[in-house]
């Protein structure tokens, strides 16, 4: 079983960034992919980026490409997700997951889920 709780969700500026924590707890954090998805009003919920367990990997949805970065520290248990270059089209509910899966693009992979954390961004 692992815990998730994201934090550092808010409003900002369109251009502006934010950092987005995930800290878990339970067992084995470093066994599991990590990943980060997000769901706009009226939208299913999408694939934002991924880290494998190692953090040798990284995957991202190509909207977000080269303004999102996401790592993990194994010794905190903490995933993140750096955002910069805020666009209004980010806004959205963030959340954290982990999966013992491969296809780390794809939701159903995922067996831990955070509650989710509001990022919002204002034109």
């Known amino acids: 079983q692992v815990q998730l709780v994201e934090s550092g969700g808010g409003l900002v500026q369109a251009g502006g960034s934010l950092r987005l924590s995930c800290a878990a707890s339970?067992?084995?954090?470093?066994?599991?992919?990590m990943g980060w998805f997000r769901q706009a009003p009226g939208k299913e919920r999408e694939f934002v980026a991924a880290v494998t367990w190692s953090g040798g990997s990284t995957y991202y949805t190509g909207s977000v490409k080269g303004r999102f970065t996401i790592s993990r520290d194994n010794a905190k248990t903490t995933v993140y997700l750096q955002m910069n270059s805020l666009k209004p089209e980010d806004t959205a509910v963030y959340y954290c997951?982990?999966?013992?899966?491969?296809?780390?693009?794809?939701?159903?992979?995922?067996?831990?889920w955070g509650q989710g954390t509001q990022v919002a961004v204002a034109s």
């Open positions: 997951a982990a999966s013992y899966l491969s296809d780390v693009e794809s939701p159903r992979s995922y067996q831990y």
């Open positions: 339970g067992r084995a954090f470093n066994s599991y992919n």
